[in-house]
């Protein structure tokens, strides 16, 4: 490990900075070893002067969102990782259009437009994570994806310059988001509609029952380990496997959906990892299907 990494961060910014940070405690799968330096930028001048430092000095950086689809190796993260969740979390409102910082959690952002009458955004009612992690991802969930709803994005270029990009500049793949090496998404803008509340409540509810019906809620998870083949559903492949309830030590895959891989106490990130080629090798062994990972493994290997 580079000594440095530590030093140079003392009294770079006000905003909190951790040392050896356990990401477990900043990731829902609830695994993995400890990030040399974890950053709580207050700003975006705050994030500029971080990256500009990072990049100077060849500081490898992650950027964290609410760590909902990461799985942390157990040796940690070498270098710094940056987290928006604590400055950048505004949310401004221009008729039908909303804007929101990357670092505002997705369900306030969801929460916040219904209160204000404004539909679009139900399907995306208990996805976890931030605004800034699900454009990313570009999060979806019953036929609706994160993108669908935005307009523009404002992000920042590796060397501190912030942009400002049209949906129809960006490129969204099935959960994802094609950017240059090290740039970071600081603000969405989406077009939302006039709604009845009441309707939107409904389907809110509905949504959030269809969820906690299918999803093992209980345990820490990192959603869906695996994107969805053309042909079926990941979880259909995985179940026809016959691999429900299999598990690793404390990893196990979850015997109410397939697809996710629950913590059931103390698992270590490494009966994760075996736990997800374990199913990568026998749902193609079984049935000749290659399973692509959603979620993403961070850390020193
Ligand atoms: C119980 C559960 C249910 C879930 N259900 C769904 C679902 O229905 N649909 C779905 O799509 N996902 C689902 N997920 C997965 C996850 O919540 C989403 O992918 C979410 O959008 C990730 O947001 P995050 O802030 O946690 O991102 P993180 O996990 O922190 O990061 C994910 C990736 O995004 C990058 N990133 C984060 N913020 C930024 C930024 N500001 N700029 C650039 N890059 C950034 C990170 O570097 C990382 O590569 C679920 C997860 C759980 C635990």
């Known amino acids: 490990m580079n000594r440095n990494y530590k030093q140079w961060a003392l009294g770079l910014i006000k905003g909190k900075v951790l040392f050896d940070a356990p990401m477990r405690r900043f990731t829902s799968m609830k695994v993995g070893g400890a990030a040399d330096c974890l950053f709580f930028p207050r700003d975006v001048d705050e994030l500029r002067k971080v990256i500009r430092f990072a990049q100077r000095k060849k500081i490898p950086f992650l950027i964290l969102g609410k760590g ?95 942009v400002k990009r049209p949906r129809s500049r960006l490129r969204f793949t099935y959960r994802g988001l094609v950017l240059p090496p090290s740039w970071i998404i600081l603000k969405g803008r989406f077009q939302l509609r006039k709604g009845n509340k009441e309707e939107i409540l409904e389907r809110v509810k509905s949504y959030s029952g269809m969820r906690k019906k299918r999803q093992p809620l209980d345990y820490p998870s990192a959603g869906s380990i695996f994107k969805n083949p053309k042909e079926d559903p990941a979880g259909k492949w995985i179940e026809e496997a016959g691999l429900k309830g299999f598990r690793i030590g404390q990893a196990m895959i979850s015997d109410r959906h397939a697809n996710f891989i629950i913590n059931l106490g103390k698992a270590k990130a490494d009966e994760v990892i075996r736990l997800m080629e374990w199913i990568e090798k026998k749902v193609y062994e079984e049935k000749g299907i290659s399973l692509e990972r959603e979620v993403k493994v961070v850390g020193e290997a």
């Open 68 to 162: 909902t689809n990461l799985v942390v190796r157990d040796k940690g993260v070498r270098g710094w990782v940056i987290n928006l969740t604590q400055g950048m979390k505004k949310i401004k409102i221009d008729g039908e259009m909303v804007e929101a910082e990357a670092g505002l959690s997705l369900q306030r952002l969801v929460q916040w437009s219904i209160q204000k009458g404004l539909t679009g955004l139900e399907p995306f009612f208990g996805i976890p994570g931030t605004v800034g992690g699900g454009l990313a991802m570009n999060a979806g969930a019953w036929g609706a994806e994160l993108k669908d709803l935005l307009l523009s994005m404002t992000l920042m270029e590796e060397d501190g310059e912030i």
